[in-house]
């Protein structure tokens, strides 16, 4: 059992009352009630496992921090989850403008005055716009005549207001969904021309020659009499001289690396604010995470083989072949793999199922791809860094990041020790298990001389994930690690984990809500449809009771546990429970969805079933083959999101299923198994109070034609 642990900054709801820990030792946490702290309550790592398991624990990363609470006071957060989409998606750009700035103003390229960002603002727009066709476009090909998803740039006012705002926030994203009072536009303090002047003299301390600050100050002083000196000529009214105390505040606001660079030139900046380009030191395990995309270098079929293998080699050289992408996740401070997805093309889904399997068991995993060793390196994260790649600039990745609570970082394209460790796995993918593999690609055409790869090609993708599966939990895992001291990665895991460094992962509802697909569905009298099957609870029922009629509202799903989903009401999430729960409690979608299938080539002329027969059909269809699905759900070969809602609206329509009231039938798989005994008329004047009458032999003898095998 993993030993998790908890900050003072944490707060955990436990059946619904809120608490914060204060303590925590090798077999216990001390938590105290927010609402009473002179009440202090212990549990045990044990029970806190089984309230997870219950989905009755709520776990809520640093929301009683300093930097949370600051940021809500004084900027006024708005929540992803209850924005709507255009809301995120405006968010989203206008965060990546500010992006942009800081980059360029890093890079020194553009100051943060108006004058400047004007000037530059071409450039600027330039910038966003091909950022926003790379992340639109997710990989693909646009079109000719395509509609591009556009923005004009604000004022550089605005601009640079969102972008001091959004810097004061430290660049968390929520601060551009809302706009609080204190950050209405208010009159400047200065009329423009003092401000032109007051800046220009300002820029006077980021030079060669190193004034001092009071320099600057009576630099400053001297110029703005030189001026009123000239106005008063002019017969204009003289300008009004800001203090030295308003001076100097101004020069401490000036960027400080850009200082640096002005006043001791780039190579004596980067020393002094060498922290930032050296590789990242961490402490515990997903304190930071490494991901990225790789196209793999091996060629295979896209489409799982099975009996075509044993097909003439010309009928196989049909079927589509080509690279995969391979989505990675590394624990900087393990150097252990925490996740791992196939994808056919650069993605945000791709990307969402990666951050899925970082703080999810993955054993279960392993096991369907063969692997021997345990895959239990999962928690919550604390930072990720990606790539500049379009899956993860996307809106949907970057919602999921926030919504659970991450830091995402975007290290820059030329500074690779950011990002090393990521990039050395793709390394020793290629040159220690790829020149094992059929099909194999070279990284010049020169190293491949007249290897014929498509026509080596013999892998599918569910070849492709077992192999990776195996490669990574028992060879890599397992393999002394240089990077650790000659420690294996799984070694390491285990050494931190038991010094309690794992911070919990999400609970159930923080990650449906977080990674869940989106439906729109109608509340009716027996709660919210989905799939066949009705989600209620009594908040829902007294929302109906209030709002009588058919109101659509927006719902949650989370393709691996369909037993619950969430639903949006008043803008606020609540989970709702599977009225008849039963065996879909933890149930994947796929599987679901394939029982549903049985269930309609079997029951086709049936509207609704009994739970009893839909819970059997789960059950046989899980003992065919979980290995199989579990594996088919981490490449191309799953369900994606698309596929998913075509499903809801095609596959379940008109069927539903309700719970029997009498259990008549003495096996739960259906009419197999029952009994059958001729029936005669004595039988009929024998029967006991209770018991189930029996038609009259006129009626039986009626319907007899019209039998069939089934009845």
């Known amino acids: 059992m993993n030993l998790f642990k908890y900050n003072p900054d944490d707060k955990l709801v436990l059946n619904n009352v809120e608490y914060r820990p204060i303590e925590q030792s090798s077999t216990h946490v001390s938590l105290a009630r927010l609402d009473n702290e002179n009440i202090v309550e212990s549990f045990t790592y044990m029970e806190l496992e089984e309230l997870r398991r219950q989905n009755c624990l709520r776990y809520h990363k640093s929301a009683l921090g300093v930097r949370t609470a600051a940021s809500a006071a004084n900027f006024g957060c708005a929540e992803f989850l209850t924005a709507t989409e255009e809301a995120r998606s405006r968010a989203t750009w206008m965060w990546f403008v500010c992006w942009h700035i800081k980059e360029l103003n890093d890079a020194g390229e553009l100051k943060l005055t108006d004058d400047d960002l004007e000037a530059n603002k071409s450039k600027l727009f330039s910038l966003i716009n091909q950022t926003e066709l790379?992340?639109?476009?997710?990989?693909?090909?646009?079109?000719?005549?395509?509609?591009?998803?556009?923005?004009?740039?604000?004022?550089?006012?605005?601009?640079?207001?969102?972008?001091?705002?959004?810097?004061?926030?430290?660049?968390?994203?929520?601060?551009?969904?809302?706009r609080s009072p204190a950050n209405l536009c208010v009159s400047p303090k200065f009329c423009q021309e003092t401000e032109v002047i007051l800046d220009d003299c300002v820029r006077l301390y980021a030079s060669r020659q190193r004034p001092t600050k009071m320099a600057v100050v009576?630099?400053?002083?001297?110029?703005?009499?030189?001026?009123?000196?000239?106005?008063?000529?002019a017969g204009a009214s003289p300008l009004h001289c800001p203090s030295a105390s308003t001076i100097v505040r101004r020069i401490n606001k000036t960027d400080p690396f850009t200082v640096a660079c002005e006043r001791h030139g780039l190579d004596m900046a980067r020393m002094q604010f060498a922290s930032s380009h050296e590789g990242v030191s961490v402490l515990y395990p997903l304190e930071r995470v490494e991901i990225d995309e790789w196209?793999?270098?091996?060629?295979?079929?896209?489409?799982?083989?099975?009996?075509?293998?044993?097909?003439?080699?010309?009928?196989?050289?049909?079927?589509?072949?080509?690279?995969?992408?391979?989505?990675?996740?590394?624990?900087?401070?393990?150097?252990?793999?925490?996740?791992?997805?196939i994808a056919k093309t650069q993605s945000a889904e791709g990307a969402k199922k990666l951050l899925g399997m970082i703080i999810a068991e993955k054993t279960h995993i392993a096991r369907a791809a063969g692997a021997q060793s345990d895959w239990a390196m999962y928690g919550g994260i604390s930072t990720i860094a990606c790539d500049t790649g379009s899956a993860f600039r996307s809106n949907e990745f970057i919602f999921s990041v926030n919504a659970l609570g991450i830091d995402i970082v975007f290290p820059p394209v030329k500074i690779p020790e950011l990002r090393g460790r990521v990039e050395r796995v793709f390394g020793t993918f290629s040159t220690n298990l790829m020149p094992n593999l059929s099909g194999r690609t070279f990284s010049n055409p020169l190293e491949r001389g007249d290897y014929d790869s498509e026509g080596q090609t013999?892998?599918?993708?569910?070849?492709?994930?077992?192999?990776?599966?195996?490669?990574?939990?028992?060879?890599?895992?397992?393999?002394?690690?240089?990077?650790?001291?000659?420690?294996?990665?799984?070694?390491?895991?285990?050494?931190?984990?038991?010094?309690?460094?794992?911070?919990?992962?999400?609970?159930?509802?923080?990650?449906?809500?977080?990674?869940?697909?989106?439906?729109?569905?109608?509340?009716?009298?027996?709660?919210?449809?989905?799939?066949?099957?009705?989600?209620?609870?009594?908040?829902?029922?007294?929302?109906?009771?209030?709002?009588?009629?058919?109101?659509?509202?927006?719902?949650?799903?989370?393709?691996?546990?369909?037993?619950?989903?969430?639903?949006?009401?008043d803008g606020k999430p609540y989970q709702l429970q599977a009225v008849n729960l039963g065996a879909l409690d933890g149930l994947a979608l796929a599987d679901w969805v394939e029982a549903q299938r049985v269930l309609r080539e079997k029951y086709a002329q049936e509207a609704e079933l009994t739970c009893d027969v839909r819970d059997a059909a789960i059950r046989r269809i899980i003992e065919i083959?979980?290995?199989?699905?579990?594996?088919?759900?981490?490449?191309?070969?799953?369900?994606?999101?698309?596929?998913?809602?075509?499903?809801?609206?095609?596959?379940?329509?008109?069927?539903?299923?309700?719970?029997?009231?009498?259990?008549?039938?003495?096996?739960?798989d259906g009419l197999f198994g029952n009994e059958v005994v001729p029936w005669s008329p004595e039988q009929n004047s024998e029967s006991s109070v209770g018991e189930t009458q029996v038609p009259e032999i006129d009626d039986w003898q009626d319907q007899s034609e019209n039998w069939n095998v089934e009845e």
């Open 134 to 178: 790379e992340r639109h476009s997710l990989g693909r090909k646009r079109r000719s005549g395509e509609r591009l998803p556009l923005r004009e740039l604000p004022s550089t006012r605005t601009i640079r207001r969102n972008h001091t705002k959004l810097k004061k926030a430290n660049y968390d994203i929520r601060v551009l969904l809302r």
């Open 218 to 233: 009576e630099a400053t002083k001297a110029r703005f009499r030189r001026v009123n000196v000239e106005r008063t000529e």
């Open 295 to 341: 196209e793999c270098d091996v060629i295979t079929f896209f489409s799982s083989l099975g009996i075509l293998r044993a097909l003439p080699k010309e009928v196989r050289d049909q079927i589509p072949t080509g690279r995969r992408q391979i989505y990675v996740a590394i624990d900087c401070a393990t150097r252990c793999i925490v996740g791992l997805y």
């Open 458 to 569: 013999t892998l599918d993708d569910d070849d492709l994930l077992k192999i990776l599966v195996c490669y990574v939990v028992d060879y890599y895992h397992n393999r002394p690690h240089r990077g650790l001291g000659g420690q294996t990665p799984a070694n390491r895991w285990k050494e931190l984990q038991g010094q309690m460094t794992v911070s919990p992962p999400p609970d159930a509802f923080s990650k449906r809500n977080a990674l869940g697909i989106e439906f729109e569905r109608v509340i009716s009298d027996r709660g919210i449809c989905l799939f066949s099957n009705y989600y209620s609870s009594p908040k829902l029922e007294a929302f109906w009771r209030l709002r009588r009629g058919h109101k659509k509202v927006r719902v949650i799903l989370d393709p691996e546990d369909i037993g619950h989903i969430s639903v949006l009401l």
């Open 625 to 668: 083959d979980q290995s199989a699905r579990v594996r088919a759900n981490l490449t191309p070969q799953g369900l994606s999101t698309e596929q998913i809602k075509h499903l809801e609206q095609t596959l379940s329509r008109g069927t539903t299923f309700w719970q029997a009231e009498v259990a008549t039938q003495s096996s739960s």
